[in-house]
């Protein structure tokens, strides 16, 4: 029988189990692990003195002791799930070879078992084998994580621009390969056969002895196959995508949702693969070691580890992992829902915020422009906060009343009550005949876990409680992570800050002069465009502070934007502003040929 069909039969006995195995101890461990980078990162945060990862400062942040604390927790944590993942499909696939169907839960018991198993022989140099051959066969996967990730992604921009870049990253590949390789069945002698790690790296190399360009050949061919069917799978869903956009979403917002589905998209097909890439790798090697080892095997049958579970040790194990899928059901929530202000620093590219809502479309500061914000993608909206005459923070940008109410009194004059019985809307346009100015607190109610905002305090004074009031706010709704409170009179942030550390805060200026951008109490500088070029994100950045620019509503003013690398752009024009910053040919060209197509 050919190894390729062995190769199938073998993946094919127990690929259910296996999948379910795969999507449920994803569930467990990917949240747990991402809560703990998350929390991991705010504290390097902290003792390092900044706001926010750059490419300027990233060589500061790795001098601090707690870096390597953190990194060194977050790689070993990650190691140990690695190894109970392997662990666990190695008992998958022993029970192939019995031809016997193995459940999830006894997968996990065998995964368990293996990992207590080598670190009781003091095996751990396993682990690092099995780290090394994960990142050699995930390579592609790692790049398009890696690639959107800014600090990381703009020392890959720069060696790959350099002449030498990709001849060296090639180079380092084949250096990794040819040290990894030949200990490719190392954990199957160990796990297994119950061996020392040297002498598993033993055995596996004399195994690849004379059959080494046989097994890369099977190896690397079924790799390349997949990654093939990874990305075929994604150019599909994509045009399937662009066709659901094309039918029901109005032309206004087609390129900016299909951008958005697409980066969707483009994770859901990387999570698929990573598990894939994982069972196929195994099968392969499971299907050449039993193979060339058939002999052998035949006189000294595999011991079955993990195997059999009493019912008492079966009840343990589901309610343990019940308990755990609940803890990580939480986090998982928690990182969905309330955000993760540390990981949008170091993981995501530019973001869009809505100026006064989206203030082309509805009126400003109402919760008209809030929602019509959240329906045009933006990832920020940026609200005016002024405080009433009974104490209440509302929405408004005008310290009087004319412009927007016709009304020649002060926002701080009124009452809350007042205020209500007043129409902002119908400046505007008919359509919004009675919009009223809003309570701040009942816009965060609605925007909690739907968008993030940008409080703008305005300047009312020395007497004002406004930055406490605000500060209050946001801890009541525990809204630190969706929140961000800027304003153009210091003195408030100093304020924002005393009363609660945890919310970040924007400077606000018209021109870029001077070192403020230096002050502890500031996260980030809210800024002019006209003023923002490369420099000065530099400079910014090497404090560790992210910079959002105003108000960019030009195409030209958004690609110099992105050029110069901001953080974040604040605009009247969300929808066109995903569309320029986050434009692809491809999806383009698709969506303008369906648009004729549906014509």
Known sequence: MKLATKIGQVIKLNLMNIIRFE????????????????????????????????????????????????????????????????????????????????????????????????????????????????????????????????????????????????????????????????????????????????????????????????????????????????????????????????????????????????????????????????????????????????????????????????????????????????????????????????????????????????SKTAPENTMAAVKAAVEELADFVELDVQETLDGVLVLCHDTNLSRLAGVNRRVSELTLAELSELDVGSWFSEEFAGEKIPELRKVMEYAKGRIKLNLELKNLGDDTSLPEQAAALVAELGMEEQCVISSARMRYLERVKAANPDIHTGYIVAAAYGNYYANDCLDFISIRSSFVNREFVGRAHGEGKAVHAWTVNSAAELEQMKLAGVDNIITDYPVKAREICFREEATENLLEYLRMVFR
């Not at 790689?75 to 662990?87: D, H, K, S, W």
Request: net charge positive.
């Open 23 to 358: 999507a449920l101890y994803r569930f467990l461990t990917i949240p747990l692990y991402l809560q703990m980078i998350d929390r991991g990162l705010k504290m390097v945060l902290k003792a390092s003195g900044y706001s926010y990862v750059t490419a300027a400062n990233l060589a500061e942040i790795l001098l601090v002791p707690w870096t390597w604390l953190f990194l060194a927790a977050a790689g070993l944590v990650g190691l140990f799930f690695l190894a109970v993942e392997i662990g666990a499909l190695v008992t998958a696939y022993q029970g192939t070879v019995y031809l016997r169907k193995v459940p999830p839960y006894e997968m996990l018991a065998g995964g368990l078992h293996k990992v207590a198993d080598e670190c009781g022989k003091g095996n751990w140099k396993l682990f690092f084998l099995l780290a090394g051959n994960y990142i050699l066969v995930n390579l592609f996967l790692l790049y398009r994580v890696l690639s959107h990730v800014k600090p990381v992604n703009f020392v890959m921009e720069e060696l790959l621009g350099t002449r030498f870049g990709t001849p060296f990253l090639f180079a380092a590949f084949l250096i990794l390969a040819a040290v990894l390789l030949p200990g490719v069945f190392a954990p199957y002698f160990s796990m297994v056969e119950q061996k020392s790690f040297a002498d598993s790296w033993w055995n596996s190399r004399q195994l690849m002895k004379d059959r080494g360009k046989s097994v890369v050949g099977i190896l690397l061919a079924g790799n390349v196959c997949l990654l093939l069917a990874a990305v075929l799978f994604y150019l599909l869903a994509v045009a399937a995508a662009a066709v659901a956009v094309t039918v029901l979403v109005k032309r206004s917002l087609q390129l900016a949702v299909l951008s958005g589905l697409a980066g969707r998209i483009e994770l859901a097909v990387l999570l698929l693969y990573s598990i894939f890439i994982s069972v196929l790798n195994l099968g392969m090697v499971t299907v050449i070691y039993y193979h060339y080892q058939e002999r052998r095997l035949e006189e000294n049958s595999w011991q079955f580890s993990g195997r059999l579970l009493g019912r008492g040790a079966r009840r343990k194990l589901l309610l343990s992992g019940a308990a755990f899928g609940a803890v990580s059901g939480l986090f998982l929530f928690d990182l969905v829902y309330n955000g993760s202000r540390a990981g949008d620093g170091a993981f995501l590219e530019i973001q869009i915020t809505a100026h006064r809502g989206s």
